[in-house]
């Protein structure tokens, strides 16, 4: 971690997905339905990436849900600044950015360090019902991904990512318990989950000193998208 201690540090976010609604069609009905093979097929066809997005962000907009990355910024830089000699990180001016390219941040930033956070994912994942009358189920899912980023080559020092449901995976809500009472379970839920990948995060982050990559070595071994504006 010596490298934030001797540099600038500055903070960086994106753009937040769409929030998604992904339901599943139950396995356990078909056998009990005639021609259920195609009908397995037309609604797993109906629940398409377009409909899960436009379904899950009628749940956002109605309900005002609202992105959790700030939880996770707050935390893993107070954890971060608690060590020796990076206590300026309390201070680390933060700016909102719509591309996460390496070349763009040097082009911004010029030199020194940046920290940057991206919620990669967010909604509601359906759990297969075991029996034809069980109601569906949900788990809020919360993804982010964080990096130390040195901008002199620029090269990725450090790069973290989760994927949370909570503290307690084996919990599951129905739909109307999740948006009862404006929602108050699944905002609660996602906070829970933005809390715990970022307590995970902080704990990894202890070395940053190992191997890191340059911006065409990240080119090559890419394999998450981009952040993007909502569309």
């Given at each position: 971690m010596r490298v934030l201690e001797a540099s600038e540090v500055n903070v960086v976010y994106y753009p937040t997905p769409p929030f998604r609604d992904v339901r599943q069609p139950s396995r356990a009905q078909w056998p009990l339905l005639p021609f259920g093979s195609v009908l397995s097929a037309l609604l797993a066809s109906a629940r398409s990436p377009e409909l899960s997005i436009q379904s899950g962000e009628r749940i956002r907009v109605q309900y005002r849900l609202e992105d959790p990355l700030r939880r996770v910024r707050v935390t893993f830089l107070e954890r971060l600044s608690r060590r020796p000699g990076v206590g300026h990180l309390r201070q680390a001016p933060e700016r909102f950015l719509s591309?996460?390219?390496?070349?763009?941040?040097?082009?911004?930033?010029?030199?020194?360090?940046?920290?940057?956070?991206?919620?990669?994912?967010?909604?509601?994942?359906?759990?297969?019902?075991?029996?034809?009358?069980?109601?569906?189920?949900?788990?809020?899912?919360?993804?982010?991904?964080?990096?130390?980023?040195?901008?002199?080559?620029?090269?990725?020092?450090?790069?973290?990512?989760?994927?949370?449901?909570?503290?307690?995976?084996?919990?599951?809500?129905?739909?109307?318990?999740?948006?009862?009472?404006?929602?108050?379970?699944?905002?609660?839920?996602?906070?829970?989950?933005?809390?715990?990948?970022?307590?995970?995060?902080?704990?990894?982050?202890?070395?940053?000193?190992?191997?890191?990559?340059?911006?065409?070595?990240?080119?090559?071994?890419?394999?998450?998208?981009?952040?993007?504006?909502?569309?």
């Amino acid at each position: 971690m010596r490298v934030l201690e001797a540099s600038e540090v500055n903070v960086v976010y994106y753009p937040t997905p769409p929030f998604r609604d992904v339901r599943q069609p139950s396995r356990a009905q078909w056998p009990l339905l005639p021609f259920g093979s195609v009908l397995s097929a037309l609604l797993a066809s109906a629940r398409s990436p377009e409909l899960s997005i436009q379904s899950g962000e009628r749940i956002r907009v109605q309900y005002r849900l609202e992105d959790p990355l700030r939880r996770v910024r707050v935390t893993f830089l107070e954890r971060l600044s608690r060590r020796p000699g990076v206590g300026h990180l309390r201070q680390a001016p933060e700016r909102f950015l719509s591309t996460d390219d390496l070349i763009d941040l040097q082009g911004t930033f010029g030199s020194g360090v940046v920290i940057d956070f991206w919620t990669s994912g967010w909604g509601v994942v359906g759990v297969p019902r075991t029996t034809p009358v069980a109601a569906e189920r949900y788990q809020p899912n919360y993804l982010v991904r964080v990096r130390v980023v040195q901008l002199s080559q620029p090269r990725v020092l450090w790069q973290g990512a989760c994927r949370s449901v909570g503290r307690d995976k084996g919990a599951m809500w129905t739909m109307e318990e999740l948006l009862g009472n404006s929602a108050e379970i699944l905002k609660a839920m996602l906070a829970e989950a933005a809390d715990t990948c970022a307590d995970e995060l902080g704990r990894t982050v202890d070395d940053v000193s190992g191997p890191s990559r340059t911006y065409r070595e990240m080119a090559l071994a890419r394999r998450t998208r981009r952040p993007s504006a909502r569309p």
